[in-house]
């Protein structure tokens, strides 16, 4: 069973857990072509749309959840402006929810119907940069979390977390991976490197690994959740579904 291991800590411990995180972006701009289907709509067992699970996940990160108002973790949605709806119930708490365009980058190929999700997680940088959280030395890492996968935000923070001590870790990237592959789209980066990315879209590179490779500490997926990343058919998401057992 999946279960958020956050459970297990106290009130205080939670707050102290979430002041380095400046922000959320939600992945969901993929062509989903193999899926047949957006994967932001696909609906999980319980009927809920699987972009509302990570916005509804998500939500467990902020202040509101942890009763501490003067903390607002902004979600972002990156659908390539594809308008994915949220449902009304989860925008009516009090936390920042709302969309973002890609990065439009000079480079940019003009008969592109995507450019993949370097120019998303750049987006969202630019972003954190102009908010007033993301002014706070604490605050300097931004979840990336994808429509590809069932693990949620609020899980993956309590994972990679203990990974940003500066004292422990120079890496500007903490990634999952198992034996055979990183997944750069479930893990954290630092804000510090939004020049370093915006140089690398702007030079007309679009390669994910190529860009964090250098960067990154990689932490080793646990066994049970390795059925919940890479949907990418509709026998993907079932078997995912499938293991998650705690909607």
């Given at each position: 069973?999946?279960?958020?291991?956050?459970?297990?800590?106290?009130?205080s411990?939670?707050?102290?857990?979430?002041?380095?995180?400046?922000?959320?972006?939600?992945?969901?701009?993929?062509?989903?072509?193999?899926?047949?289907?957006?994967?932001?709509?696909?609906?999980?067992?319980?009927?809920?749309?699987?972009?509302?699970?990570?916005?509804?996940?998500?939500?467990?990160?902020?202040?509101?959840?942890?009763?501490?108002?003067?903390?607002?973790?902004?979600?972002?949605?990156?659908?390539?402006?594809?308008?994915?709806?949220?449902?009304a119930a989860?925008?009516?708490?009090?936390?920042?929810?709302?969309?973002?365009?890609?990065?439009?980058?000079?480079?940019?190929?003009?008969?592109?119907?995507?450019?993949?999700?370097?120019?998303a997680?750049?987006?969202?940088?630019?972003?954190?940069?102009k908010?007033?959280?993301a002014?706070?030395?604490?605050?300097?890492?931004?979840?990336?979390?994808?429509?590809?996968?069932?693990?949620?935000?609020?899980?993956?923070?309590?994972?990679?977390e203990?990974?940003?001590?500066?004292?422990?870790?120079?890496?500007?990237?903490?990634?999952?991976?198992?034996?055979?592959?990183?997944?750069?789209?479930?893990?954290?980066?630092?804000?510090?490197?939004?020049?370093?990315?915006?140089?690398?879209?702007?030079?007309?590179?679009?390669?994910?690994?190529?860009?964090?490779?250098?960067m990154?500490?990689?932490?080793?997926?646990?066994?049970?959740?390795?059925?919940?990343?890479?949907?990418?058919?509709?026998?993907?998401?079932?078997?995912?579904?499938?293991?998650?057992?705690?909607?």
């Amino acid at each position: 069973m999946i279960r958020s291991t956050v459970d297990s800590l106290n009130q205080s411990d939670k707050v102290d857990s979430i002041e380095s995180l400046a922000g959320i972006v939600i992945l969901a701009g993929g062509n989903s072509r193999r899926m047949g289907t957006p994967k932001a709509g696909l609906t999980l067992p319980n009927n809920e749309r699987l972009l509302d699970y990570h916005v509804r996940q998500a939500l467990k990160l902020s202040g509101s959840d942890l009763g501490v108002s003067s903390i607002d973790i902004p979600i972002m949605i990156a659908d390539n402006e594809r308008d994915f709806t949220v449902d009304a119930a989860l925008l009516s708490r009090r936390t920042s929810i709302c969309h973002i365009a890609d990065y439009n980058s000079l480079s940019m190929a003009s008969d592109s119907k995507t450019e993949g999700p370097l120019v998303a997680i750049e987006s969202a940088l630019q972003t954190l940069a102009k908010t007033k959280k993301a002014e706070n030395a604490d605050s300097s890492w931004l979840i990336v979390i994808s429509c590809d996968s069932l693990i949620s935000a609020y899980d993956l923070w309590q994972v990679l977390e203990p990974h940003t001590a500066a004292e422990a870790n120079d890496k500007s990237v903490i990634c999952l991976t198992d034996e055979s592959h990183l997944y750069p789209l479930l893990g954290l980066y630092n804000l510090s490197i939004e020049p370093q990315l915006k140089a690398y879209i702007d030079s007309g590179k679009r390669e994910v690994m190529g860009f964090i490779k250098p960067m990154t500490e990689a932490v080793a997926v646990a066994k049970q959740w390795q059925p919940l990343t890479n949907m990418n058919t509709p026998d993907d998401f079932k078997r995912a579904c499938n293991a998650l057992t705690d909607l």
